[in-house]
């Protein structure tokens, strides 16, 4: 991504024959952790899990767990041990890809390993957050994977980026995997609607957040409004680093913008139910599908 150092430049990456799932046992392969999430790059400077931490999480419940092409590490996921209360679950914290293995289907292959993984813990439950506004990452999540959106978090990290003038607002959607739910399943065997059902559902349903093109061809949000059909589209950006290069100013209005339609929408008794690619006129846009609840059973 712009502004981000290209750490991977400096290592000739394998071609993968096949990838190699296992835990990280050594610390350089710890180490290699932190190098894979600078290089995955993005719009926000978190920072890594340090290595010594990545160590502890590994050895008391957690799980660090590898993708190495050869022994080269191309992509990893960390994750721990997490309690609500009630309920014990894996918490997933971060998930990153080197840039040139991206089209490899690595971060499915990497979350259904994470998957086993849990599940040979006992445990049947995954949780995490993300950035609503990275379209990737919501198609993996909703789409390929059959997570479960439950609700908005404002500004979950603070401001992230090392510059005032370039940090970032890190909203985040929480979800919940179900690892053993009929409808993951589904997913995980490429069960999905097809891409007529996915066209006629953006056609068919309410858009809460309106939008155009701009004069450098990027959509752009002009109005929200709260959903009030029984089903609605959220968009977001195509491609959030295309609009970080050509037009960072508008990266707050997006955040805004999607903000308001997502917190609408679970006040107003919505569901996240899916997440599509659509293609009108030729152009992609990445869009949310919503749904209202069931009204719940009288007690």
């Known amino acids: 991504m712009p502004g981000r150092p290209d750490v991977a430049a400096t290592v000739t990456a394998p071609a993968p ?3 190699q799932f296992r835990r990280l046992q050594k610390p350089e392969e710890f180490r290699s952790v932190e190098e894979v999430h600078r290089a995955a790059g993005g719009l926000t400077e978190d920072d890594p899990v340090p290595t010594p931490v ?3 999480v590994q050895d008391n419940g957690g799980i660090v767990l590898g993708a190495f092409a050869e022994i080269y ?3 990893f996921t960390v994750g721990f041990l997490g309690w609500d209360g009630e309920k014990l679950y894996h918490y997933s914290h ?3 890809v080197r840039p040139e ?3 490899h289907r690595l971060g499915f292959r990497l979350k259904t390993h994470q998957r086993d993984e849990v599940l040979r813990q006992g445990l049947d439950e995954i949780r995490s957050t993300f950035d609503p506004l990275q379209s990737r990452t919501a198609f993996l999540n909703l789409r390929r994977l059959g997570v479960v959106p439950d609700r908005y978090l404002l500004h979950y990290y603070g401001r992230l980026g090392s510059d005032p ?6 909203d985040r959607v929480h979800t919940i995997w179900k690892l053993s739910d009929p409808a993951v399943v589904a997913r995980l065997e490429g069960k999905a609607p097809s891409k007529a059902e996915d066209e006629a559902r953006f056609a068919s349903s309410q858009a809460i957040v309106e939008t155009e093109l701009d004069e450098h061809g990027l959509r ?3 109005a929200v409004q709260e959903p009030s059909s029984p089903t609605a589209h959220l ?3 195509f491609d959030l680093g295309l609009i970080q290069q050509h037009a960072p100013s508008s990266l707050r209005k997006w955040r805004h913008a999607t903000r308001d339609a997502f917190r609408a929408a679970f006040d107003t008794g919505y569901a996240i139910e899916d997440f599509a690619v659509v293609t009108p006129e030729h152009e992609r846009r990445s869009v949310y599908f919503l749904r209202v609840k069931p009204a719940s059973p009288p007690v």
């Open 220 to 222: 752009m949000p002009t």
């Open 73 to 75: 590490l191309a992509g």
């Open 17 to 19: 024959k096949d990838f």
């Open 165 to 170: 003038g370039e940090s970032f607002e890190s």
């Open 54 to 56: 990545q160590r502890a």
């Open 94 to 96: 971060v998930t990153a």
């Open 101 to 103: 293995y991206q089209n």
């Open 235 to 237: 968009e977001v950006p």
